[in-house]
């Protein structure tokens, strides 16, 4: 069984910055590429970022590129979402996702594994 408990979340003002975490845990835990997502309310879920656990591809959307950053250290199975200059429409519950599959993806439907999610909430 796959686990993923994200943290960080919380209330922060706009043009502040916030760092998400998810810790990955379980026995068959091999993921090739771990994504945030994010759901606004009434809206439907959406990609934020993904990297590749081995080889350091990123993805980022539109919406947070070069305000966030995507990391990881395998290590200690952890991935990390450095969020910078954040906006009112940024506020969300964000969600940790991990796939088995090669490459990166998108799509929220391609990965199998997911976190309860947490919540930001950025002030104006």
């Known amino acids: 069984q796959v686990q993923l408990v994200e943290s960080g979340g919380g209330l922060v003002q706009a043009g502040g910055s916030l760092r998400l975490s998810c810790a990955a845990s379980?026995?068959?835990?091999?993921?090739?590429?771990l994504g945030w997502f994010r759901q606004a309310p009434g809206k439907e879920r959406e990609f934020v970022a993904a990297?590749?656990?081995?080889?350091?591809?990123?993805d980022y959307a539109d919406s947070v590129k070069g305000r966030c950053t995507i990391s990881r250290v395998n290590a200690r199975n952890t991935v990390y979402l450095q969020m910078n200059s954040v906006k009112p429409e940024d506020t969300a519950v964000y969600y940790c996702?991990?796939?088995?599959?090669?490459?990166?993806?998108?799509?929220?439907?391609?990965?199998?594994?997911w976190g309860q999610g947490t919540q930001v909430t950025v002030s104006s």
């Open positions: 996702a991990a796939h088995d599959n090669l490459r990166t993806s998108r799509t929220q439907y391609d990965y199998k594994y």
């Open positions: 379980g026995r068959t835990f091999s993921p090739n590429v």
């Open positions: 990297t590749s656990w081995r080889g350091g591809i990123t």
